[in-house]
């Protein structure tokens, strides 16, 4: 328990040392304007797009199926950044925007249902981009879409924000040079959460996981396998199961006879819940302890304490940092107020990025994306304030060097109110998480 | 070919022509454009598969899947840098793919058919997503599929794509359009009107069906290849079932049988989906809205949007031609000409000089417990016109069907000039010079009466089975002489044009005489050609029957005695499904177990 | 190579899977062998029956009244189905009849995701049916344990129906030849009606059953056409038994594939499809003349 109060310390004291930090660093006004660029060519819908008084935003994220509530949830945070830039209030001012919009420019936008299919993703978006000419695109809830989002930004030399993605390829093998992911890829949630519960539960545990038969779900086995590979834990089922499975009993039967202490289930969203029920009924708990490398925004609240208690994991951000960052105060306040219920992590991925993306295109003075990008990739000497503190995004892969909140579900007991889900374990900072930067395999494409 | 034969090629350019610079402008970027040719040309083969032979797939993504992820991983990988080549490789991959499920899948009748495609598309699914997912990068698919290069031009995103799929969809639709006004495109629709007689007219029912499976799995192949270069990135979900649905869905509304039905439906489909979207409360509804307008189509037999356009312009045509037809055969039908010498015949090949035209050996059917035919016996000398007759039920008719192998005797045998051809089945035995007129009516009621006789001279100069897919149907002068002869022999000439369901009983019972006639048959079946026959009609069907017997070897089921002691020259009796006697008509009429057999059957016409 | 616990385990699991199977399939299999129709709405009637009982289990708890409940409404669906559409398509081709009935899938698929949502929704389990049982070695939930007696039941019943009464007669008949329905003397109208009814309500039965254990959504009945698909396709079409002994090796397929890897589960069950199409193209108990 001694490594991991440690932990804990370290990461309050950086989060202080970078919220002290805040007030210097922000406000880098914009050097060029988009006039002083008329000499650059068009690239994708540049200049087009800028033209008028306002800028396009294109949206999708599944609004149906499995990972439908995540989506609506992703969408509601891009909406409620959209507003408070466009109105230029006291949010906008606190993250650091001048003015109402986007250097003076209002922010447009469209959602499309991506129906968590990658090509419906990439029709939705590219019909923004040609008949819209969009600006910049974001939003996803699954890998799938983001890497094929990513490789649509890349062709046609328009921003994308990834929105909720965990694989590793997509700041890795699939990284692109328009791509710019925020939320931890598997590797990072893995090596922050490994040495929690390795202290936690001790070492040389015998370990079954349940990996949905996708990019993400293989990203996050390697990583938890070799994370937790020094403490002596070692894989005794690896239950790979076809995508859309409804039926997890002949997996769990597996896992059931597998001998393990721990039972990591990297299945998502709606999966993981049902999943978990399932794994209930298979009495998978009374012999092993449930991990879940990557908690989705509402699997907690669908689980029921009864089954989640005492679960550990790794978010992208959970509302209770409104004691550590005071921009997320403030979304968490604004969301309430918005939409009547707290936030998830979903909707701050939408509601971050879509920030961090416009104080980029003022710090560049400009929306065209090389310039953006550029800025982006020097965000390290500049970070950015933040709804996770301060954040910058790696030149190497563009993946957002930001902190890993660990987390454990609380007992129906230990609930304080509805939204008491879980506690905050720990905040391992971006710097120790990060992979190595030849790790992933990413190489970036050309700027133009 | 006539010019104007090409007014829909034109039309279609000029569409296409126009389109990225008119279609802009109410909500279609390229993109959508180009995904809706995309969609077209899978629909053009699934349009061939469905509309043209009426074969239901509900399997087109595994092809679309197919092509597409080979040509993608080709290029992604290194492995081929040319598009083009890779394009090619991926459609002839999904050609592969669909050989072999169509082998499986073909042979099946229509429920079979379509559950077996939804299976196959369903493990491609799968098979794409766990099993080779090191290939196809599982549920991420492959993104970075690089453009085609053309000469000094790159194709890159938006207008020069367009023009490729733009130009790509034309060459398909000219290349469907030639297939279905093919020889090959004429026993598809044979095929899709009745199966059954395309196959005892001659033609390989089973190698059509394969062939345009196959070709529908390389139009599907062709185009998912193309989905991965519109989009730099082949996706899972081209194997999904949902796209397979969508297919139909959109062939459905866009109008079946038209061939730019599929592309007409992606338009309402895609468009729709796109703006019904941007709508509150009501976007979420689109696909609700489209499926009942799906169910609404399909209950009200309506043709869809093109096919409503075609109905315009074509009702006027039809409409002449059906005028004038009677409800009802009109006494005294027209006498038929001479029985003329046919130019396309069945080689006559004797395995020895005095080999009798047709011999049944022995041959028996069993059903169960039940003897349909048993133990039967008899010979048909050359150029003879030999009857069979017996009271209801006596195993006539299936012993007709024995003989023209239709059905597989339980035991016997039996021979055409000398040749044994038991096992061989109707399309061969066929080939082999035999052909039959049925007992109840087995036309192609959707199609005209001169492509109904076209059908059967079609398998005489073509073979059982053969890919002339360019050239027309109508484009074979010893055919369409054939035709001409056949039609006249029947007294049809004056309805040449019309379509058969239409025409009065009489003369439908006179085409099918006309079709078996047109096979180019030496020995001819006529399964009960008089039945329902007016008192006008029989006389002047009677006078037809031995004109067509010169030249030709003639067998005759028949209840009319009058005309069966006036036509043969020998007559076999069965009785309760054996051979009771045989003999010259004389030697019939003095028979007295033949009487016996017959006392109180005799003269009830009822079917058997 | 997995241990002779897990193979065991993994065989009973597979006849629990395939009870289920060859429910769902042996209501479209008596339709289609009666009426000629393939049912392409059966997977979304089996969604309709999970929706029925997470709507009145949400609202009386009672897991029976749902089933009652259920039952009633799958039957009223069944009969307005056939009424409505299905009835205006016995004398068209089968195409058609694949093609209507796949349209009221799309419609009845999506009214509900208009209606509920595309939200999974969560089933609870009945009181009686929670814990798990040891069977020696192995663990089994109580529910599933009980389901298997339950289905079996339903399917001795539907036996009962099929073999003992006059409407069976008429499935019987029908599948042995369409023709002589009409000869035997009863009104056929109104059997074909109760048949497809019967078809429905055991592919609500079917859903209703198997809510508590997986999630409620509005697509989840596609994967079980598809499966039902399969198991007439082993099993030979239109066969009663057909259905019940093909669901049965389905569900051993799927499951004791996932012994050894679960990911190739659903690969395998179709690659045994394809090897008996080759070797045995009418089905385990098809006649050679229906395909």
């Known amino acids: ?448 | 070919m006539k010019l104007g034969r090409l007014v829909p090629e034109a039309v279609l350019t000029a569409v296409l022509l126009a389109a990225p610079f008119v279609l802009v402008h109410v909500g279609f970027s390229y993109d959508l454009l180009e995904r809706i040719l995309d969609w077209g040309l899978i629909g053009l083969g699934f349009d061939l598969l469905f509309g043209a032979a009426g074969l239901l797939s509900f399997g087109q993504a595994a092809f679309y899947g197919t092509g597409g992820f080979v040509a993608a991983w080709l290029l992604v990988g290194h492995h081929l840098a040319s598009v083009w080549l890779a394009l090619a490789a991926g459609t002839l991959a999904a050609g592969l793919v669909g050989l072999g499920v169509g082998a499986l899948a073909v042979r099946r009748i229509g429920i079979y058919f379509t559950m077996i495609t939804l299976a196959f598309c369903e493990m491609g699914f799968f098979l794409e997503n766990s099993p080779l997912s090191a290939y196809t990068g599982g549920e991420n698919g492959l993104p970075g599929v690089p453009v085609p290069q053309l000469g000094p031009w790159r194709l890159t995103s938006g207008l020069p794509i367009y023009w490729l799929l733009a130009v790509l969809f034309l060459a398909g639709f000219v290349l469907a359009r030639r297939i279905r006004h093919s020889p090959f495109g004429a026993v598809l629709a044979a095929i899709k009107g009745n199966a059954a007689r395309a196959g005892q007219a001659g033609h390989s029912v089973p190698g059509y069906k394969l062939a345009v499976f196959v070709i529908a799995a390389l139009y599907a192949g062709l185009a998912g290849g193309l989905l991965g270069v519109i989009q730099s990135y082949m996706p899972p979900d081209a194997f999904s079932l949902d796209t397979s649905g969508q297919l139909v869905v959109q062939t459905i509304i866009g109008g079946v049988g038209t061939l730019i039905g599929p592309m007409v439906g992606a338009t309402v489909w895609l468009w729709l989906r796109d703006n019904l979207q941007m709508i509150p409360h009501v976007g979420a509804l689109w696909k609700l809205i489209l499926g009942l307008i799906f169910v609404v189509l399909v209950v009200a037999l309506k043709r869809g949007i093109a096919g409503e356009l075609r109905h315009l312009f074509t009702h006027r045509r039809r409409a002449a031609a059906e005028a004038g037809v009677p409800e009802e055969s009109t006494d005294g039908a027209p006498m038929p000409l001479a029985a003329p010498d046919l130019p396309l015949r069945a080689p006559l090949v004797a395995t020895r000089a005095d080999a009798p035209a047709l011999r049944a050996i022995g041959v028996s059917k069993f059903y169960g417990g039940l003897h349909a035919v048993e133990d039967v016996s008899f010979q048909v000398r050359p150029g003879a016109i030999h009857a069979v007759i017996g009271p209801n039920g006596a195993g006539k008719s299936t012993l007709f069907k024995m003989l023209s192998e239709e059905i597989a005797p339980t035991a016997g045998r039996v021979e055409l000039f000398g040749r044994p051809i038991t096992g061989l089945g109707v399309t061969r035995a066929t080939q082999l010079g035999i052909g039959k007129s049925n007992q109840l009516n087995q036309l192609f009621l959707d199609l005209s009466v001169t492509e109904n006789i076209r059908l059967a001279a079609l398998a005489r100069a073509r073979g059982r089975f053969r890919t002339d897919l360019w050239r027309g149907a109508d484009s074979i002068p010893a055919v369409e002489r054939q035709v001409a002869l056949a039609t006249a022999t029947v007294g049809l000439t004056h309805r040449a044009a019309v379509p058969v369901q239409v025409l009065p009983y009489g003369e439908k019972r006179r085409l099918e005489i006309g079709i078996a006639l047109a096979t180019g048959a030496n020995v001819l079946l006529l399964d009960e050609p008089l039945a329902g026959m007016s008192p006008a009609e029989r006389v002047a069907t009677r006078a037809l029957v031995r004109e067509i017997a010169r030249g030709r070897t003639v067998l005759i089921v028949e209840h009319d005695m009058d005309a069966i002691f006036e036509l043969a020259e020998c007559i076999t009796v069965l009785y309760e499904g054996r051979k009771l006697a045989e003999g010259t008509p004389e030697e019939i009429q003095r028979n007295q177990a033949v009487q016996d057999a017959y006392l109180g059957g005799l003269h009830e016409h009822e079917p058997a | ?291």
């Open chain 1, 1 to 448: 328990m001694n490594e991991s109060r440690e932990f804990l310390s370290l990461a309050r004291r950086r989060a202080l040392q970078l919220g002290l930090g805040t007030a210097g660093g922000l406000l880098v006004p914009g050097l060029f304007a988009d006039l002083a660029r008329a000499a650059e060519a068009p690239i994708g819908t540049w200049p087009a797009g800028v033209a008028g008084d306002s800028v396009f935003v294109g949206v999708t994220s599944p609004l149906t199926g499995p990972y439908s509530a995540d989506g609506k949830d992703h969408v509601k945070g891009y909406e409620l950044a959209f507003a408070e830039i466009n109105e230029g209030g006291a949010n906008a001012k606190a993250w650091g925007l001048k003015g109402k919009g986007v250097l003076g420019k209002q922010i447009k936008y469209g959602v499309a249902d991506s129906e968590l299919k990658p090509n419906v993703a990439v029709q939705a978006q590219t019909q923004f981009i040609q008949r819209d000419k969009a600006i910049m695109i974001t939003g996803c809830v699954s890998s799938a879409e983001a890497v094929a989002v990513e490789e649509l930004a890349q062709r046609d030399k328009v921003l994308n924000m990834v929105g909720a993605s965990g694989a590793n390829a997509t700041t890795g093998h699939d990284c692109q040079r328009y791509g710019f992911r925020s939320q931890p890829s598997a590797y990072m949630a893995c090596k922050a959460l490994a040495p929690i519960v390795a202290q936690h539960y001790g070492r040389g545990k015998k370990v079954a996981y349940l990996v949905p038969d996708y990019n993400y779900g293989h990203s996050v086995f390697r990583s938890f396998a070799a994370f937790t590979k020094p403490y002596g834990w070692t894989t005794v089922a690896k239950v790979v199961i076809p995508l859309a499975t409804s039926d997890y009993s002949s997996a769990l039967l597996n896992i059931a006879n597998s001998g393990a202490d721990i039972f990591v289930n990297i299945e998502f969203a709606a999966q993981a819940v049902n999943s978990t029920k399932q794994g209930a009924q298979f009495g998978i708990f009374k012999k092993m302890q449930m991990i879940v490398p990557n908690i989705s925004s509402f699997q907690g609240q669908e689980t029921g304490p009864a089954l989640m208690q005492g679960v550990f994991g790794t978010m992208d951000w959970y509302w209770k940092l409104e004691d550590r960052f005071p921009l997320s105060k403030r979304f968490v306040n604004a969301f309430r107020a918005k939409f009547r219920y707290t936030p998830a992590w979903g909707a701050n991925i939408g509601y971050m990025q879509t920030y961090i993306w416009a104080l980029a295109v003022e710090r560049a003075g400009t929306f065209y994306p090389p310039a953006v990008i550029k800025t982006l990739e020097a965000s390290k000497a500049n970070p950015f304030d933040s709804t996770l503190g301060k954040v910058w995004y790696r030149a190497y892969d563009h993946q957002l060097i930001r902190p890993v909140p660990v987390v454990v579900a609380n007992s129906a007991k230990q609930m304080k109110n509805k939204d008491d889900v879980f506690d905050i374990v720990d905040l391992v900072p971006g710097e120790q998480a990060i992979s190595p930067p030849a790790f992933l395999g990413c190489k970036l494409g050309p700027y133009t």
């Open chain 3, 1 to 291: 190579m997995p241990s002779t616990a897990l193979l065991l385990s993994q065989a009973f699991n597979g006849l629990a899977l395939g009870t289920l199977l060859a429910l769902v399939a042996s209501g479209l299999t008596i339709i289609l062998g009666t009426l000629g129709v393939l049912n392409f709405a059966h997977g979304a009637l089996f969604m309709l029956g999970a929706y029925a009982m997470y709507v009145v289990m949400a609202h009386t708890g009672s897991w029976l009244l749902g089933l009652l409940a259920g039952g009633v409404f799958m039957l009223v669906v069944g009969v307005a189905l056939e009424r409505v559409l299905v009835r205006l398509f016995y004398q068209r081709p089968h195409e058609d009849q694949i093609l209507v009935t796949f349209g009221a899938g799309i419609v009845i698929v999506e009214a509900v995701r208009a209606y509920f949502g595309g939200n999974t929704k969560s089933v609870p389990t009945p009181s009686w049916g929670q814990g798990i049982v040891r069977l020696g070695f192995l663990f089994y939930p109580t529910y599933r344990l009980e389901l298997i007696g339950i289905v079996a039941a339903l399917l001795f019943a539907l036996y009962l129906v099929l073999y003992r009464t006059s409407i069976g007669l008429v499935v019987r008949a029908g599948i042995e030849d369409a023709r002589m329905v009409g000869v035997l003397g009863i009104n056929v109208r109104r059997a074909f009606l109760a048949v497809f009814a019967l078809g429905v309500l055991a592919a609500g039965a079917a859903g209703m059953l198997y809510a508590p254990i997986v999630s409620v959504q509005p697509d989840m009945g596609g994967s079980f056409l598809v499966e039902a698909f399969v198991v007439i396709v082993i099993g030979g079409l239109g066969s009663y038994p057909g259905a019940v002994v093909g669901g049965l090796i389905a569900g051993e397929i799927v499951s004791l594939t996932s012994a050894f890897n679960t990911a190739y589960s659903e690969v395998m069950l179709y690659a045994v499809m394809a090897l008996l199409l080759v070797l045995r193209p009418q089905g385990l108990f098809g006649s050679e003349g229906r395909v």
